[in-house]
């Protein structure tokens, strides 16, 4: 029997003059239900390296800036917010369909490598976390972007995430990775913001290398309907010591490049964001 709901994320809504923007961030909690705690192993260190500590502070200013926020509040260990929710690694359940990749819906494995869960997830198990986690959050994500479309007339979700500086084979990574599904997720005034305010921070930047957006930005980037979606990935680097997982001097000016990403994008010409402006384009280039 599924237990009462329990509300596992916060909303913030704008206390500036209100704009189409919607901050969300899936990844920046360390907590637990009691359920999800008893069937994770992972290391704590594991729990907060593969969390995006301290997004949610970096983008603390953002309902100042008339942008709402949407922040979960636990680990992505308990359920990870930014997967499909059919998306189950075999190995994590016996009913899962998927390959054994093992970062779905629910990791079985850390990023290192280290097992996650104590066993095999029952289906009433997973079915429990979809319905008291994932649900109802991505129920609140595509309330709050209805509400922002009824209001603007389109939507924009910036999907706030952070990322290790270095990749497995320790190549160094930008310090912004903007991720659209090859610009297909957001108009490209979205783009080309992001780029803007990168540049007068001299942050470098790449798109989509190496995340080009995950299960929400794909699902809610539709930009012919006026709901334009992108994730922005920062490398730790720029606000964090990575290795002991607290914040460096260089914090609060990647609280001010949020800041200056909120308050830009919120500053888009609607005309270009809003349904068909990709088409209309088109027939006037």
């Not at 920046?28 to 729990?47: H, K, V």
């Not at 609280?255 to 384009?281: I, M, N, Y």
Request: negative net charge; contains cysteine.
């Amino acid at each position: 029997m599924l237990q009462p709901l329990r509300v596992h994320f916060d909303v913030q809504m704008p206390t500036g003059p209100e704009t189409p923007v919607l901050v969300e961030i899936p990844h920046a909690g360390l907590a637990f239900d009691p359920e999800s705690l008893a069937q994770c192993i992972a290391p704590a260190y594991a729990i907060g390296q593969d969390a995006d500590l301290f997004v949610d502070e970096l983008y603390s200013g953002a309902p100042a800036l008339g942008a709402t926020v949407l922040k979960a509040h636990l680990s992505r260990y308990a359920c990870d917010l930014n997967r499909s929710e059919d998306d189950l690694d075999s190995l994590t359940t016996p009913q899962g369909a998927s390959p054994s990749a093992p970062h779905g819906v629910v990791w079985r494995r850390t990023t290192s490598g280290r097992p996650a869960l104590v066993a095999p997830l029952s289906a009433v198990e997973i079915e429990r976390r979809l319905s008291i986690i994932y649900r109802p959050y991505h129920r609140e994500l595509e309330r709050l972007l209805i509400e922002k479309q009824r209001k603007f007339g389109f939507s924009l979700l910036l999907c706030a995430h952070s990322m290790p500086s270095t990749g497995r084979l320790g190549e160094r990574r930008a310090d912004v990775v903007p991720g659209s599904r090859g610009g297909t997720t957001a108009a490209r005034a979205v783009l080309a913001c992001v780029e803007t305010v990168a540049a007068d921070f001299d942050l470098d930047l790449s798109h989509d290398d190496p995340y080009r957006g995950g299960f929400t930005t794909a699902h809610h980037g539709r930009p012919l309907e006026g709901r334009h979606a992108i994730q922005v990935e920062l490398a730790r680097r720029t606000y964090m010591h990575e290795d002991a997982l607290r914040r460096r001097e260089t914090f609060e000016r990647a609280r001010t490049f949020c800041d200056a990403l909120v308050a830009s994008l919120g500053r888009l010409d609607p005309a270009v964001l809003a349904p068909g402006a990709a088409e209309r384009a088109g027939a006037h280039a």
